[in-house]
């Protein structure tokens, strides 16, 4: 069984472009949440979604958006990128968001902002 | 404001020592609390969630502590492995519909263990 996807591994772009991430969760699972972790800190909760609808919205500004599928999957997007947008951008997933359940995490895709 | 820290910032020992990594939070409401183990450029992989009743768990050569009333975890790794390498991360997760979903991360133990 395969464990959540995210693609791509890594990503080069340039200030003011924007950014499509992908992410498949567990088969199963319903929740997905999204994380940017900078190099040397840890992950900062972006959004968390379940069943299509939007649960949860960190601190991040409007540039940041995301969206669910009807098979589960998700999309983060981020608009005009900044330097400051490099980081590892992680997906979890679960089987139905609740606080104590267990998260699964992908690998992440590395974005660096140029 | 919520926030985790943890202690020390890095750590290097030997192969075959213990260690434990400290961990403080100041969340609230508390719902839960998980260590993850992080390799280098690797999602977070769970070790350990406890609740508010729990105050330890074991996985392995790894056990946790929580101490509700002082706001304090501890993961305890045992017989140190050359696989123990990594970052540990203490995450602490707050309830109410406010925070649904919303998981709070300290910085992370780096530990490098040396043969």
């Known amino acids: 069984d395969a464990g959540v996807t995210q693609s791509p591994t890594h990503l080069i772009k340039t200030r003011g472009q924007h950014v499509t991430l992908r992410c498949s969760p567990i088969?199963?699972?319903?929740?997905v949440s999204w994380y940017q972790q900078v190099l040397g800190q840890g992950p900062q909760f972006i959004f968390q979604?379940?069943?299509?609808?939007?649960?949860g919205r960190g601190n991040f500004p409007d540039r940041f958006s995301a969206r669910q599928f009807p098979n589960y999957s998700s999309e983060l997007n981020v608009n005009a990128l900044l330097l400051g947008d490099s980081a590892l951008y992680l997906c979890?997933?679960?089987?139905?968001?609740?606080?104590?359940?267990?998260?699964?995490f992908g690998s992440g895709t590395q974005l660096s902002v140029l | 404001k919520n926030q985790v820290e943890q202690s020390p910032q890095s750590l290097i020992i030997l192969e075959g020592k213990n260690c434990t990594l400290q961990c403080n939070y100041t969340v609230s409401p508390f719902s839960n609390l998980r260590w993850y183990k992080q390799d280098t450029g690797r999602g977070p992989v769970s070790l350990t969630i406890?609740?508010?009743?729990?105050n330890t768990k074991s996985n392995r050569r790894y056990t946790a502590t929580l101490d509700a009333d002082t706001k304090q975890s501890s993961l305890h790794i045992t017989a140190s492995q050359l696989s123990d390498s990594a970052s540990y991360i203490c995450v602490v997760s707050a309830s109410g519909s406010s925070n649904t979903g919303k998981l709070i991360f300290g910085q992370g133990t780096t530990l490098q263990v040396k043969p």
């Open positions: 406890m609740t508010f009743s729990e």
């Open positions: 088969s199963g699972h319903k929740s």
């Open positions: 979890a997933s679960s089987a139905i968001g609740a606080t104590n359940e267990k998260l699964f």
């Open positions: 979604y379940y069943e299509k609808e939007e649960r």
